[in-house]
T-cell receptor, first 112, second 114 residues
């Protein structure tokens, strides 16, 4: 079993829909959680980052962390065709090395 | 790309030849990382550095070595390239300012070993 699990998709939604992307993990020591967006043949772009539990909102994006369930989510409101990309989650413990374990990514398609 | 450049951006090489990839940052970040990205595996850490001349192994370090002689440069060397090292290689940086755990990626190097 991988430390971080992420559904590869593809996930297809109509423009304007609310998108929910999720990752589960097994290591209870994870404290830092990231979400990246990656367009084809580009480097990952940091979208959201959170420390420990709770919610964080930035524009159309909301990141949630539920440490009791070892589950993190990224919500995208009013999705746009430009949101079509692969979304990666990443997690690290608090050892101070910031060595992240990545999910394999979920491919999202937003249809116009 | 947060002040990170990688060179070369594309490279085709033959099995058994040495290859060096370069990562250069202008952000003065303390930590630098090399990852490879392969279908079905996602991003996997090869090596990382927590300061000049301070490096450590990641998850998939066999066949790779690194060096960091200056804060801004982190080199990844494939001593004798194999076809299994065909991949996209990404450099990342973190560790600056009040939020040290954010990690930013470079544009990637696409390496093909024939």
């Amino acid at each position: 079993q991988k430390e971080v699990e992420q559904d590869p998709g593809p996930l297809s939604v109509p423009e304007g829909a609310i998108v929910s992307l999720n990752c589960t993990y097994s290591n209870s020591a994870f404290q830092y959680f990231m979400w990246y967006r990656q367009y084809s043949r580009k480097g990952p772009e940091l979208l959201m980052y959170t420390y420990s539990s709770g919610n964080k909102e930035d524009g159309r994006f909301t990141a949630q962390v539920d440490k009791s369930s070892k589950y993190i989510s990224l919500f995208i409101r009013d999705s746009q065709p430009s949101d079509s990309a692969t979304y990666l989650c990443a997690m690290s413990d608090a050892s101070g090395t910031y060595k992240y374990i990545f999910g394999t990514g979920t491919r999202l398609k937003v249809l116009a | 790309d947060a002040g990170i450049t990688q060179s070369p951006r594309h490279k085709v090489t033959e099995t058994g030849t040495p290859v060096t990839l370069r990562c250069h940052q202008t952000e003065n970040h303390r930590y630098m990382y090399w990852y490879r990205q392969d279908p079905g595996h996602g991003l996997r850490l090869i090596h990382y550095s927590y300061g000049v001349k301070d490096t450590d192994k990641g998850e998939v370090s066999d066949g790779y070595s690194v060096s960091r002689s200056k804060t801004e440069d982190f080199l990844l060397t494939l001593e004798s390239a194999t076809s299994s090292q065909t991949s996209v290689y990404f450099c990342a940086i973190s560790g600056s300012g009040s939020v040290t755990y954010e990690q930013y990626f470079g544009p990637g190097t696409r390496l093909t070993v024939t």
